[in-house]
């Protein structure tokens, strides 16, 4: 397991790509997991902080959804019980008008297969936001459309909106979220850690 978080933390793939972007930063993988997880958390990709830090969702987003998860720091980042793998395992950059760019595909045809073989005692899944749900659904649904359909996949698999600031408005449009999913979802959670 070292060698393969190792080899992804020193993947340089897209070194060309993130020189060209508005931000024009250097590579950072963040690889986090191990094959002892058993909730899987996938994501989008990391943002500027997390590049920064080289902690997966240490940023607001990290902490709505840990509130989502009902789970502590502790717990969340404890790497023997929870993997966090997004699509991208770098910050992809921001484009000129200072929107994030999509995680590069090469990042997931690269490693996302190796990565969830040694992700065999997964018990749950829970994906972040419309590209995690493509890949790993294999959805063409829209965000709002997918977490909707949630009852059809739990209690094994949620789709989430991103927990960006910018979805507080989808939440305040959406009630059923936090009044049907979230209490579904954080029982869940305890279910798979606890148990």
């Given at each position: 397991?070292?060698?393969?978080?190792?080899?992804?933390?020193?993947?340089?793939?897209?070194?060309?790509?993130?020189?060209?972007?508005?931000?024009?930063?250097?590579?950072?993988?963040?690889?986090?997991?191990?094959?002892?997880?058993?909730?899987?958390?996938?994501?989008?990709?990391?943002?500027?902080?997390?590049?920064?830090?080289?902690?997966?969702?240490?940023?607001?987003?990290?902490?709505?959804?840990?509130?989502?998860?009902?789970?502590s720091v502790?717990?969340?980042?404890?790497?023997?019980?929870?993997?966090?793998?997004?699509?991208?395992?770098?910050?992809?950059?921001?484009?000129?008008?200072?929107?994030?760019?999509?995680?590069?595909?090469?990042?997931?045809?690269?490693?996302?297969?190796?990565?969830?073989?040694?992700?065999?005692?997964?018990?749950?899944?829970?994906?972040?936001?419309?590209?995690?749900?493509?890949?790993?659904?294999?959805?063409?649904?829209?965000?709002?459309?997918t977490?909707?359909?949630?009852?059809?996949?739990?209690?094994?698999?949620?789709?989430?909106?991103?927990?960006?600031?910018?979805?507080?408005?989808w939440?305040?449009?959406?009630?059923?979220?936090?009044?049907?999913?979230?209490?579904?979802?954080?029982?869940?959670?305890?279910?798979?850690?606890?148990?």
């Amino acid at each position: 397991m070292t060698e393969l978080t190792d080899q992804i933390s020193a993947c340089r793939l897209c070194a060309d790509r993130f020189a060209a972007t508005h931000t024009a930063h250097e590579p950072r993988p963040v690889a986090w997991f191990r094959p002892s997880a058993r909730l899987l958390i996938a994501g989008q990709a990391p943002g500027m902080r997390v590049h920064k830090s080289g902690k997966p969702f240490d940023d607001p987003s990290g902490d709505r959804l840990r509130d989502w998860l009902g789970l502590s720091v502790d717990e969340f980042y404890d790497q023997s019980r929870v993997a966090i793998v997004p699509m991208a395992f770098c910050f992809p950059g921001y484009d000129a008008k200072g929107s994030d760019l999509p995680p590069p595909r090469i990042c997931g045809e690269t490693w996302h297969e190796e990565v969830m073989q040694t992700l065999a005692g997964i018990d749950m899944t829970v994906l972040v936001g419309g590209y995690a749900h493509k890949y790993h659904m294999g959805v063409k649904s829209g965000v709002t459309e997918t977490v909707k359909g949630w009852q059809a996949h739990a209690p094994n698999l949620f789709p989430l909106p991103h927990p960006s600031w910018r979805n507080t408005g989808w939440i305040k449009k959406n009630p059923w979220f936090e009044t049907d999913l979230l209490p579904e979802l954080r029982t869940r959670v305890r279910e798979v850690l606890d148990g």
